[in-house]
């Protein structure tokens, strides 16, 4: 009867070592997710047209400089 006992401890330990790898090995995908989509130094430009300060990647370029790519000041031009 012990024998089953300590199959059960095993059969435990064994899970929960597969829970600890499967949490570590999602941590690390997510942090390297993370670092991928978020660049260290994003260049930040002037909206020529209402001032505001917003990324490169976020921003239009047009004529006189760059202006906001989505919102208000967008719409005509
Ligand atoms: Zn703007």
Same mark, same amino acid.
């Given at each position: 009867?012990?024998?089953? &006992?300590?199959?059960?401890?095993?059969?435990? %330990?064994?899970?929960?070592?597969?829970?600890?790898? +499967?949490?570590?090995?999602? $941590? *690390?995908?997510?942090?390297?997710?993370?670092?991928? &989509?978020?660049?260290?130094?994003?260049?930040? %430009?002037?909206?020529?047209?209402?001032?505001?300060? +917003?990324?490169?990647?976020? $921003? *239009?370029?047009?004529?006189?400089?760059?202006?906001? &790519?989505?919102?208000?000041?967008?719409?005509?031009?």
């Amino acid at each position: 009867m012990k024998i089953i &006992a300590w199959l059960i401890l095993i059969f435990l %330990v064994l899970f929960a070592l597969r829970m600890i790898n +499967l949490r570590n090995a999602r $941590a *690390r995908r997510n942090a390297a997710r993370d670092a991928a &989509a978020k660049p260290a130094a994003e260049p930040m %430009v002037r909206c020529v047209r209402c001032g505001v300060y +917003l990324p490169r990647t976020e $921003a *239009r370029e047009i004529s006189s400089g760059y202006a906001c &790519a989505v919102g208000g000041c967008n719409a005509n031009g």
